[in-house]
């Protein structure tokens, strides 16, 4: 398995709702990420994680909570988002971060 | 401060017009350079990684090379279907990545 997996594909959510997003891998890699994505902008980076520990919040807004259960899951809490956080959320994985990462497909958030 | 910024932002080719994307970088510490595709809506695919000045990898029409300060990926006799978003991106020390502004291509038949 060499694929990074994210659930929903698409998510609506409205502004007082609590809502979880979850991204799996299966390579036995070491470390994973959140990213963020807008419309024609680059993925930005929020949270990574090292060995299940957080090593990196890149000063993420306390409304998203990540969340590292095991070292093949990656879970990211949202919680009072707001308009302006509807985006396209990347996930990502790497075992050794200068040999590559390899990216899920994205959880396509709208928040209402 | 770190950086990397691609050029052009948009690039429209016709079929068979080969061009080149660049990537310049000012980042302490490089310790690699990759080269994504991102089609619409979609994650990042990855197509390469450069590590040192003067590298250069190939994939079918794809060719990315690696100097001090920037990178470039040619694209030969481009087709239709390499209509995509380009993204460059640079691994730091503390396992960052850091990814420029992107190159959107379009190439009509």
């Known amino acids: 398995d060499t694929e990074v997996t994210q659930t929903p594909k698409h998510l609506v959510m409205g502004m007082t709702n609590k809502k979880s997003l979850k991204c799996e891998q299966h390579?036995?890699?070491?470390?994973m990420y959140w990213y963020k994505q807008k419309a024609k902008k680059p993925p930005e980076l929020m949270f990574v994680?090292?060995?299940?520990?957080?090593?990196i919040n890149e000063s993420v807004p306390s409304r998203f909570s990540p969340e590292c259960p095991n070292s093949s899951l990656l879970n990211l809490h949202l919680h009072a988002l707001q308009p302006e956080d509807s985006a396209l959320y990347l996930c990502?994985?790497?075992?050794?971060?200068?040999?590559?990462?390899?990216f899920g497909s994205g959880t396509r958030l709208t928040v209402v | 401060e770190d950086q990397v910024t691609q050029s052009p932002e948009a690039l429209r080719l016709q079929e068979g017009e080969s061009s080149s994307l660049n990537c310049s970088y000012t980042?302490?510490?490089?310790?690699?350079l990759f080269w994504y595709r991102q089609d619409p809506g979609k994650g990042p695919e990855f197509l390469f990684t450069?590590?040192?000045a003067g590298e250069e990898k190939e994939k079918e029409r794809l060719k990315a090379t690696l100097t001090k300060k920037e990178s470039f990926l040619h694209i030969t006799a481009p087709k239709p279907e390499d209509s995509a978003t380009y993204l460059c991106?640079?691994?730091?020390?503390?396992?960052?990545?850091?990814f420029g502004t992107g190159t959107r291509l379009q190439v009509f038949p």
């Open positions: 390579m036995g890699h070491r470390a």
């Open positions: 991106a640079v691994i730091l020390p503390i396992d960052k990545l850091i």
């Open positions: 990502a994985s790497s075992q050794e971060g200068r040999y590559g990462y390899t």
């Open positions: 450069l590590y040192s």
């Open positions: 980042v302490s510490g490089l310790r690699g």
């Open positions: 994680y090292s060995y299940e520990k957080l090593s």
